[in-house]
């Protein structure tokens, strides 16, 4: 890679901010989450920009792009490919489907059926699917985003905890400021600016990243303030179902990118603090029945109150 980290994301920023207004936040989550080969679920009502932010960071790297709609009737098989029979050779040929490639938008992921939704499973947590007994390698990087509209429920099913634990984050888009809004009418008045976005990275670049962040250091208080939060998650009283061991290595591995970004070579705990709600609120249940985005990520900022942590002096 002939740049830094740091200068990676900054290209990545700069082609992302040159399209989406006022989501500075949301764009370095989105940055971090790739570079540290997980998954983002994108969660608000229509019309915030979530396709849009997605479309905008496939086009910014020199990768493969699909994008599927998701629907009641997909099928499995119309998201990782099936077999055909092809009677001029006399024999059957696989078809990929659109989970091979780079970067895959599942657009309204909620609208699909549980047996379609199931599907990402494997091709999320393992980077591969597998056929009619037969296993293939999906390609690298293998980039998920998707999208819901959390206040629709007809003719949506409800995502299982198992697929919400792959999703390294979840993050909400929310309505811009009045001079963010006012801003992106000025900037598309004439044009689109998605249409003029070129690439700015490879996907080389994203793998070589990826792995030079895990040397970034995380000392062994911050591992335990990490340990700690994740821990209270379980034993709070409010908590049904509290954070997994899947959470704690998804929070350490995202601070690691998140603190290279930064341009930092080492994680602190206001790292963890930043990267704690979007990691950590959609793999939580509240013992209340009540597991709505807000509830969680209230949940979450209580427990980053009552974990004490760590300074200089530890």
Request: with cysteine.
């Amino acid at each position: 890679m002939p740049y830094s980290i740091k200068e990676l994301a900054d290209r990545l920023r700069a082609n992302l901010s040159s399209v989406i207004v006022g989501k500075e936040k949301n764009i370095d989550l989105i940055i971090t989450a790739l570079i540290a080969g997980g998954h983002v679920l994108i969660e608000d009502t229509p019309g915030t920009g979530k396709t849009l932010l997605a479309k905008s960071l496939a086009a910014s790297i020199d990768v493969e792009f699909k994008r599927v709609q998701f629907t009641p009737d997909l099928l499995p098989a119309d998201i990782t490919g099936l077999h055909m029979y092809n009677p001029k050779e006399n024999e059957f040929h696989f078809i990929p489907g659109p989970a091979f490639t780079n970067v895959l938008l599942a657009d309204e992921l909620n609208r699909a059926t549980p047996r379609t939704q199931s599907a990402l499973l494997e091709c999320m947590a393992e980077q591969q699917i597998t056929i009619d007994g037969e296993t293939r390698q999906l390609n690298s990087p293998f980039f998920v985003v998707a999208t819901e509209n959390p206040i629709e429920t007809a003719g949506t099913f409800t995502l299982p905890e198992a697929l919400l634990d792959r999703f390294l984050m979840r993050i909400p888009m929310q309505p811009p400021l009045n001079h963010d809004e006012l801003l992106m009418l000025d900037r598309f008045i004439e044009n689109n600016p998605y249409d003029e976005l070129k690439p700015v990275c490879s996907g080389e670049d994203i793998i070589e990243a990826g792995g030079a962040c895990r040397k970034v250091t995380v000392h062994k208080c911050v591992r335990q303030y990490i340990v700690d939060i994740v821990q209270k998650s379980r034993v709070h009283s409010r908590s049904l179902l509290g954070a997994s061991p899947r959470s704690a290595l998804a929070l350490m591995w995202a601070s690691q990118v998140y603190a290279a970004v930064n341009g930092s070579d080492f994680v602190t705990p206001d790292h963890v603090k930043a990267l704690a709600v979007p990691v950590l609120a959609h793999r939580i249940i509240l013992a209340n029945g009540s597991s709505t985005r807000r509830d969680t990520e209230a949940f979450v900022d209580e427990l980053l109150n009552s974990v004490p942590a760590p300074t200089e002096e530890w």
